[in-house]
């Protein structure tokens, strides 16, 4: 399902902030949480995490947002691909661009720095964190596209499915109105307004 169909279905919310962008598009992925949360510059934390991933997993990362050292890089993210991870969300800076654009395994990052991490800082893993202004617990459903990220509790997992189709039947219908000719202000029944200026 659309990042977007999801988040207006979770009223808005569990979206991660605008600033976490995919490094290649499309980087469509769906899956569980695996939670890392790093010391700012450090990436320890996401080496003991690699070893603990499971197939299919979404390495989510909260990297204190601090963007002037990467954490991740093309050795760490070789391994999560090897280890069949589904995606990886980095709420920080990574490196070596060129060849995590080029992966299949697709990176969501709030930045790219040249400047390597330290190590021995401490962090934890699998437990609950905050990435891009959402908190994830592990296991949570994680679903990214080229608009972004949503979170998805797993209370609010039942029926979703149902609803976002039956949102996206209502969008097409409204889509082919508007191809037809018709105003968005008609289809949608928006009431009259003074915002008009002329």
Known sequence: MPVATVGDE???SGIMHAALRPLRTPARFAGPALTVE???GDNSALHF???ELLPGEVLVADARGHVDTAVWGEVMHTCAQARGAAAVVIDGS???MAMLAASPLPVYCRG???RG???GW???VNCTIQCAGVAVNPGDLVIGDADGIVVVRPDQVHGLALRCRSRLAREAETLRRVA????TIDVLGLPAHDCIGR
């Not at 037809?180 to 105003?183: K, P, Q, V």
Request: one cysteine or more; proline letters at 4%; glycine letters at 12%.
């Open 10 to 12: 979770l009223n808005r």
């Open 38 to 40: 790093c010391m700012a």
């Open 49 to 51: 995490a690699l070893a």
């Open 94 to 96: 990574v490196r070596d």
């Open 112 to 114: 790219v720095c040249a």
């Open 117 to 119: 991490p330290h190590k």
């Open 122 to 124: 401490g962090g934890s």
């Open 180 to 183: 037809a000719g018709e105003l």
